[in-house]
């Protein structure tokens, strides 16, 4: 056997058995490339019976895995109970002790599979509940391999096909019989990463990428991506680079495919956790040392992919900074999908294996099968789409982490993003990258920190560094864009949750010359229109849209009077007036409805006054100070009351929480031992319902042999109560169904047995079978009394055996009958040439003859044997007084027949020859022995209990020959 290239790892749980059945129906007769190793969730104290039933299922070999074992081609390896499995680079199985807890051996064994094997890695997920997997496909499809899953509705749990399938690293979705073909009939190694043949298929096909993701690909190496459409192209079978880029245009899911390879959202939390941990040792605590006491301390995970590294960070500053200063992590990635998975804080129970019990217990909590961030750690990070190739970096950040991202782009385009990173750190800032990445040209302006760990610290020389080019550009991009995409809203409509229509507002605001602000009952700005950069302003904080906070001094004074107004007495209008910059405007306030909307408007005018001309009376200053105290009244009264519940809701909340926590703790943790026990039960009980399956066809094969037997046959236990009979013992045991479970001592035996019972009970206690013979009138019968025993050797009662032996002793007597008319006629023989016999026998097998031979000597003729191998024996013993020749056919390279015709004409007296022959002669072979010369034809058996009835054939023939007189003998 020939060591496996491509190793398939098989998860599956609940429902397993009949999965895997179908995965190994679809799989051809060999597999001179694969090797298959299946890891189940099986009951550590029960022995499985999988690899017996799979057998029928493949003709490629089953085993349970052996520690040690090296994986070969065209095997099926099982994960014996009590056992995690793992593999090594050369190959090697390995069987470590099964953890106490929940335990994940699909996700333990995948990983292994993938650090050892890369591209030349396989897993598959059939069914199963829970999560187990979801890591372990990730990691593989990390290092290149392919991944696989059952399609849930053919599944019969599809919880882990599910999981599988939600990590956006699956190859394939389709019933496991055509995914096994799929799997071996399709290339899934040795792309190599050089240019397409097809160049102009190439630069389209990146232009598809840019264009459905936004993100520009032509920054990225194009090894990385050529080896990504290579496989593709393999899984759909596409010759040509061309046919590939019809298929990307007609299909999105291969488009989304192909994305999700280009992409490459793999990681997972502490990755290189001996890196995580030189970050918390040196790198953190020297950043809340740099800082000023109640300065926030800003990172950035660039390329943050689904979340992990960013919670990992901020996990890491938890445990370093405690409640002695706040930070807040900036996560960002290109992939919106991958983002949208970050922020939901939402995991599979599978991420367990890189954290520990500790941060578990700290950080996450059960949502069902998952795991969920918690929601103090949750609001320490921020997620936000952001392309490091073209979006305006964050400012002053005192850490950026980016691993594994750059080495996919090209060299200008990472000395660009380190451009980028070296304007957003503050001084003496921090950069952490990958373990395979460096700052290349761009080390000016950073000091190495730690080499092998790849941290990095910016030198201040009292510039700020300036952004590259591309990078102001891409700003202004950005922002072109942004403002196009609103003004296209702007014209379609304002937003669709006020029902506002589009035609409706653009008149109002063509009518109006002046700055109009549009506000809803909440103050909260809807829409603006003419010059009001001189009347709001956006502060430092988070982004509110209360117009009251937006807008300047006076104006933000009278914006809650002039409102008040139209809300509390119905009017139609209100004006109001206010000074600033040496200038007077008037605002007037107007009720609008839009759909089931009520909206205000705000014109802000500035007054031009004629010499003469009186300002226009605006609301009553007292007035106004009336409405804006009865107004802060009424909010201070609300606010006390407010506090006043929240305060004794919060106590009772937190009294809740602390029973809920602790009840939950203990649900949860019942909860993964009853998951983890029922799969195990889930498994085994599959298992056992093909083994009943097996022993319900079994006894039926038996039923319908004992019933179709002419023996009648008796089963007792050891208290010689009936177990079960065939319908022909009724004939010899008043015996019916009813009578299942009594003692045969209350039936009545129909044979002239005295001793029955006692034989019965001398077999249990001697274990010595008894065999008694009875005639009845003109028949014989027989009765045979022997101790059955189980499968384990222990003695389970008596087979008692009923059968007529009338047509065997007829047969006897004809035997006996034959036997004596044949020594009579060897002892007339005998009488009349003096006793005197000589046999010669040739045949090239020396051990066949001998044993011939030795049964021709033992019979009633007695014999004398002479035996030649060679030509040259047999012609000098014809010479000799012969009565009977024996020849085998293919004597002398197949002459044996030749030798009966030529020898014949050599012989004075009549001599009879037989031809023997193997069995696998056919019959023109007897005929033309016959047309030779042979007197008979018979076929050989090599076995030595056939090789006696050889013998007493062929004496029986020359007494016939010898009896009869030559007229009729010829």
Partial sequence: MSQAKIVVGIGASAGGLKALKQFFKGLPDETPEHAFVVVQHLS???????????????RLAIAQAKEGDVVEANRVYMIPPNKNLMIDKNGVLALPERPPGLNLPIDIFFRSLAESYGERAVGIICSGTGTDGSQGV???????????????????FDSMPRGAIATRTVDFVMPLPELAEKI?????????????????????????????????????????????????????????ASDYVTLLNNSPKELQGLQADVLINVTRFFRDEEMFKVLADDVLPKLLEAKPPGQVIRMWSAGCST?????????????????????????????????????????????????SDERCAEYFYHSGNEMKIQENLRRKVVFSQHDLLSDPPFNRMDLIVCRNVLIYLQEEAQQSIFSAFRFSLSPGGYL?????????????????????????????????????????ASLFASAAAQSSRVVSDLQSGPPTQLGMNGKVFRSVMEKCENTIIVVDKTRQLIATYGDVAAFLRFPAGLVTSDIVELACEPL????????????????MEAVDRFDRNGKTYRVTGKPISVGQSDLFMLQVQELLLAEGESVPQAIDGDLRYERMREELQFTRENLRATVEELETSNEELQATNEELLASNEELQSTNEELQSVNEELISVNSEYQAKIQELTSLSNDLE??????????????????????????????????????????????????????????????????????????????????????????????????????????ALERTVDTFRETLTNAAARVQARSGGKYKILLIDEEAAYSTALADSLRSSVMSPAVVHASTLMEAEELLEEQINLVIVDVGFNGGEGLNLIQTWRNRFDIEVPFIAIAEVVESEDTARVAYAKGAACFVKKDTSPAHTQSFADAILGFWLAHAELPSKVRN
């Fill in 44 to 58: 550590p104290d029960h022995e499985s019976m999988m690899p017996t039933l799979l057998a029928s299922s493949t």
């Fill in 432 to 472: 952490f990258l990958g373990p395979s990445e460096s700052l290349g040209k761009s080390k000016s302006g950073f000091e190495v920190v730690s080499e092998k760990e790849k941290i990095f610290r910016v030198v201040s020389d009292g510039t700020r560094p300036k952004l590259r080019k591309q990078l102001h």
């Fill in 184 to 240: 071996t009939s399709t290339q899934l190694e040795g792309f190599d990463d050089g240019p397409l043949q097809e160049e102009d298929a190439f630069a389209q096909i990146v232009q598809i990428l840019t264009r459905s993701t936004g993100i520009n690909f032509q920054e990225y190496r194009s090894s990385t991506i050529t080896r990504r459409i290579k496989k593709r192209m393999a899984f759909n079978r596409c010759l040509l």
């Fill in 704 to 809: 319908i042999l004992l019933s179709n037997t002419h023996i009648g046959v008796v089963f007792v236990d050891r208290n010689l109560c009936v177990r079960r009979y065939t319908p022909l013992a009724s004939s010899y045991l008043a015996i019916r169904e009813v009578d299942v479970g009594r003692s045969i001592a209350d039936l009545q035996l129909r044979l002239r047995y005295d001793g029955f019972l006692q034989d019965c009970t001398s077999v249990l206690d001697t274990l010595v079978p008894v065999e008694r013979h009875f005639v009845e009138q003109v028949a014989e019968h027989r009765v045979r009394i022997v101790p059955f025993k189980s499968a384990d050797q222990r003695i389970e009662g008596l087979t008692i055996l009923f059968y007529d032996y009338s047509e065997v002793a």
């Fill in 556 to 571: 933000r004074d009278i914006i809650p009077s002039v409102l008040g107004e139209l809300r509390d007495s119905g009017k």
């Fill in 138 to 156: 990730r990691a593989i499809k990390g290092e290149g391999g392919v991944v696989g899953a059952q399609q849930p509705s053919s599944a019969d």
């Fill in 307 to 355: 979340g992990e590294e960013a919670y990992s960070l901020a996990m890491l500053a938890t445990e370093v900074y405690g409640d002695r200063t706040d930070f807040k992590v900036f996560a960002t990635d290109a992939d919106e999908a991958a983002l949208r998975f970050a922020s939901s804080g939402v995991y599979p129970t599978s991420v367990t294996l890189d954290l």
